[in-house]
């Protein structure tokens, strides 16, 4: 799906709705942006990273060994 849009001022850019909701984008939610092969990437965040960082980890939190693996698991993650 693609949709046109424009850039405004002091660069800004209006998703339109219907790439938001399919999207599952919130208003002050967090992405990240990436330049591949010379088109723009727009990847969401999580909108709650603790409760992210809970499921990853699991209970109980050992920090010698889940903060590897959180780690590993935000890397895997945060590349898209």
């Known amino acids: 799906m693609s949709e046109e849009a424009r ?5 800004t ?3 339109p ?3 938001r909701e399919r999207a ?3 208003e002050g939610q967090g992405v990240l942006l990436r330049v591949e ?4 990437v727009i990847q969401p965040l999580p909108i709650d990273p603790f ?3 809970e499921e990853a980890v ?3 939190y050992v920090e010698a060994e889940d903060e590897v693996r959180a780690e590993r698991w ?3 993650h945060a590349r898209g």
């Not at 092969?37 to 723009?40: E, P, T």
Request: hydrophobic fraction near 45%; aromatic fraction near 4%.
């Open 37 to 40: 092969g010379g088109r723009i």
């Open 13 to 15: 850019l209006v998703i």
């Open 51 to 53: 409760k992210v960082l």
């Open 17 to 19: 709705k219907e790439i």
């Open 58 to 60: 699991g209970e109980p």
């Open 7 to 11: 850039i405004g001022r002091r660069w």
């Open 24 to 26: 599952g984008l919130r």
């Open 74 to 76: 935000l890397a895997e």
